[in-house]
């Protein structure tokens, strides 16, 4: 009988290749024996360079709306030029909606309701609260659906081994906040101190700081035993006319202000339509539940992300907390969009250049009810006040968003 260590390590490669469809099917592969597990590793690692971030996107070709891909070093490549078979698949459907991503970990919505934080690539999944135990909005439609739940920001990672609590928090409705903690089965809701939305959060220094629609700051402490929110009374940096966006973001240990300002026009003509082969099968499986009542003319709204502008907190001892203006990322960068944002302090390590915001496209509105969505990606340049791109899609659309994913080494 043959020895199966005598057989070539590129070889064992190309037959990895062959019987993987998707990347979780390594996973039979490597519980084999400790030289299988050696090469099934080594070939995940190949395809997911652990702390780099990627981009998930729309499946390809061949797996049509029942999968994504996953695009290692997306910068300047163009997805219409590559073979399918380049990139690794994702066991993640179009109709699935994420609603949060950190460090490898997704949080993932279904059209049944069901909530759940999923890794694609070791295949993980751990439950969370349905979306129908959110507590009723006090504002704007309470129509449920997957569409419901808005953002999820996750405290930790959530591993198995780990004795540390994770908990999500989720924005939801008219951007009201509720939090659970893993093995939880219902959402509590938090009571914010403005009857007015809530946009973003991070976990940062053990406590979430969360940022309404306007800058307002306040912190949501889930280690007290009756978990409260408390008002910081924080000035936002200042009133800019058309800032769609807010991110929190921390960097080198300091926290971040994010303010995007996106232009939302209408296509001039009907040429500027995009062709239905380029929808990615948008309606299959009822992907983005489109609304019945909906004005069709709005197919043809256009978001373009124009700037950025970046504000530290600054929280001096002895001084009043305020955010103060920075003009450089110190050669760091940032990522944005359907994920939970964060910083890279040498970028230029893992492809990707220093002083950038690298972005995409988190309008979940026009996700839900525009022809064209989803191809507001780019990369956003400090120095120059500049929007380069990051990846070509030769389409007008692209359904499912792109949504930036971290792989990590276990």
Request: aromatic share 12%; hydrophobic share 40%.
């Amino acid at each position: 009988m043959a020895n199966w260590n005598e057989i070539p390590r590129d070889i064992w490669r190309l037959i990895l290749q062959k019987v993987v469809t998707v990347i979780t099917d390594h996973i039979p592969f490597c519980g084999v024996c400790r030289l299988w597990r050696s090469i099934g590793l080594e070939y995940r690692r190949s395809k997911f360079p652990a702390n780099v971030p990627g981009l998930m996107i729309p499946g390809g070709p061949t797996t049509a709306t029942r999968t994504r891909r996953f695009l290692a070093f997306p910068v300047g490549k163009d997805i219409i030029q590559l073979d399918d078979h380049d990139l690794p698949v994702l066991s993640v459907p179009h109709e699935s909606l994420c609603r949060g991503s950190h460090r490898g970990w997704l949080v993932i919505v279904e059209k049944n309701m069901t909530m759940y934080i999923y890794n694609p690539i070791s295949g993980v999944r751990i439950s969370l609260p349905p979306v129908t135990t959110l507590p009723k909005p006090e504002r704007g439609n309470t129509r449920m659906s997957k569409w419901y739940v808005k953002k999820a920001i996750l405290s930790a990672i959530p591993l198995p081994s780990s004795s540390v609590d994770c908990f999500v928090l989720v924005f939801y409705g008219f951007y009201e906040m509720a939090y659970s903690k893993v093995g939880d089965v219902v959402w509590t809701a938090i009571e914010g101190p403005k009857p007015w939305r809530y946009i973003d959060a991070i976990f940062y220094k053990e406590v979430f700081y969360i940022m309404d629609h306007y800058g307002g700051i306040c912190i949501f402490d889930v280690n007290l035993p009756h978990p409260k929110v408390t008002e910081l009374g924080i000035s936002p940096p200042r009133l800019i006319p058309y800032v769609q966006k807010w991110y929190l973001v921390e960097f080198g240990g300091e926290l971040l202000q994010i303010l995007r300002e996106i232009l939302i026009y209408l296509a001039e003509s009907d040429k500027e339509d995009i062709d239905e082969g380029q929808q990615n099968n948008a309606n299959e499986d009822d992907e983005f539940d489109y609304d019945d009542n909906f004005d069709r003319n709005t197919g043809n709204i256009i978001d373009q992300t124009t700037d950025f502008q970046v504000f530290k907190l600054d929280m001096s001892s002895g001084l009043e907390p305020k955010w103060i203006d920075v003009k450089d990322l110190e050669g760091g960068a940032v990522f944005v969009g359907l994920n939970q944002s964060f910083a890279l302090s040498k970028p230029n390590l893992v492809g990707y250049k220093g002083d950038r915001i690298y972005f995409t496209d988190d309008d979940i509105g026009s996700h839900k009810l525009c022809k064209r969505s989803g191809n507001d990606i780019g990369v956003f340049n400090i120095a120059d006040s500049i929007v380069e791109t990051l990846y070509s899609t030769h389409s007008g659309s692209t359904k499912p968003p792109a949504v930036w994913i971290t792989p990590m080494e276990y």
